[in-house]
T-cell receptor
Framework: EAQVTQNPRYLITVTGKKLTVTCSQN?????MSWYRQDPGLGLRQIYY???????DKGDVPEGYKVSRKEKRNFPLILESPSPNQTSLYFC???????????FGPGTRLTVL | GENVEQHPSTLSVQEGDSAVIKCTYS??????FPWYKQELGKRPQLIID?????GEKKDQRIAVTLNKTAKHFSLHITETQPEDSAVYFC??????????FGTGTRLLVSP
């Protein structure tokens, strides 16, 4: 089954404790992206990747890191999480930027 | 960079009525405009998209129109049904850069 998976789905952590949210797709998509969704602000792009080893900042990259060592995986890293990073996070993948984006199920992160 | 504004933020209609959601974008070079639907507790899913070489696109009860001169595009849903209740997001892209989303419209269709 073609899909985008994210783990964990729910995470409660404390300020400053490094964490990684994994994202994997099995559709051989070149384009992958991370978004955060907050009430009233819609979906805001954090980072995106056009291909392996190619990443670029979205609109809200501060406090986040990403890597794209393999085509299928695009982990999101929070080196030192803060409460303002409490949000719902979505990973997405597509053949290209002007193609349908397939979203993962979301990761709800709470930083205390 | 690109900025996408979406209105209204909430929209309530009666079943069977039409619903229209409007978006404006700032970058005249944008050429791809998708619409995503997000049901409560679920992930966003593409419902329709349009490219800048087309003025209108229809898919059953859903249509999107694009006015490049005015830099705005709209989603039209006819004969609304309760299952159309969701949050709808518009987005814009130049095709080689990031996709920028609007802030969303919560549509409520009452039986």
């Amino acid at each position: 089954e073609a899909q985008v998976t994210q783990n964990p789905r729910y995470l409660i952590t404390v300020t400053g404790k490094k964490l990684t949210v994994t994202c994997s797709q099995n559709m051989n998509h070149e384009y992958m992206s991370w978004y955060r969704q907050d009430p009233g602000l819609g979906l805001r792009q954090i980072y995106y990747s056009m291909n392996v080893e190619v990443t670029d900042k979205g609109d809200v990259p501060e406090g986040y890191k990403v890597s794209r060592k393999e085509k299928r995986n695009f982990p999101l890293i929070l080196e030192s999480p803060s409460p303002n990073q409490t949000s719902l996070y979505f990973c997405a993948s597509s053949l290209g930027l002007v193609n349908e984006q397939f979203f993962g199920p979301g990761t709800r992160l709470t930083v205390l | 960079g690109e900025n996408v504004e979406q209105h209204p933020s909430t929209l309530s209609v009666q079943e069977g009525d039409s619903a229209v959601i409007k978006c404006t974008y700032s970058d005249s070079a944008s050429n791809y405009f998708p619409w995503y639907k997000q049901e409560l507790g679920k992930r966003p899913q593409l419902i329709i998209d349009i490219r800048s070489n087309v003025g209108e696109k229809k898919d059953q009860r859903i249509a999107v129109t694009l006015n490049k001169t005015a830099k705005h595009f709209s989603l039209h849903i006819t004969e609304t049904q309760p299952e159309d209740s969701a949050v709808y997001f518009c987005a814009a892209s130049k095709g080689f850069q990031k996709l920028v989303f609007g802030t969303g419209t919560r549509l409520l269709v009452s039986p």
